[in-house]
């Protein structure tokens, strides 16, 4: 469940990986002449494809390795990435002390999952000309309270829990720093 150091050859493995069980898959859909599935296997990586391209958006590249190689570090985690990138961050500050939070955010997180289970977590990254924001909602987990606070003045995290799930958000805003 532990952390995995990546170097690029590490990431280019796993991506290569990643991109076989995906041509593999369409491959079989296709044998079997299930051309609908096949087809929604391009549409969801197209779309895939599309949310990360626009996370490069944020001119942030700590950020953007951190959230690309999530599920490949961390095993447990099955991520899934929505983006909505209005305005570029482009503040060197803000990416290393962000991906300095959300480091210790999963390490914490990590040891309130079952053992022996995948835990889905949807990731939504906005901006807008005033702010940004990065929510995480953790499914499949198991504690009774989870207070992780940032003391930062180039962010503010947000933690709601409901039944099984936690969801951190961190913004901060854009414009006066």
């Not at 549409?43 to 944020?58: G, V, Y």
């Amino acid at each position: 469940m532990g952390n995995i150091e990546l170097n690029v050859s590490d990431t280019m493995r796993y991506s290569r990986h990643d991109h076989m069980n995906d041509l593999q898959l369409l491959l079989m859909y296709l044998d079997m002449g299930k051309y609908k599935e096949a087809r929604k296997c391009i549409l969801d990586k197209t779309a895939e494809m599309q949310q990360l391209a626009m996370l490069q958006k944020l001119c942030m590249p700590l950020t953007e390795e951190w959230l690309t190689t999530l599920d490949w570090r961390y095993p447990v985690f099955k991520s899934h990435l929505h983006c909505d990138i209005a305005s570029k961050i482009e503040v060197q500050q803000i990416d290393e002390v962000l991906v300095d939070y959300l480091e210790r955010l999963v390490q914490d997180v990590i040891p309130k999952i079952d053992q022996y289970a995948e835990c889905p977590v949807e990731i939504t990254v906005r901006t807008d000309a005033a702010g940004w924001s990065i929510q995480m909602t953790f499914s499949e987990i198991h504690a009774k309270q989870m207070n992780i606070s940032e003391k930062s003045s180039l962010l503010t995290v947000e933690v709601c829990a409901e039944e099984g799930q936690w969801t951190f958000i961190i913004s901060g805003q854009l414009g006066g720093l």
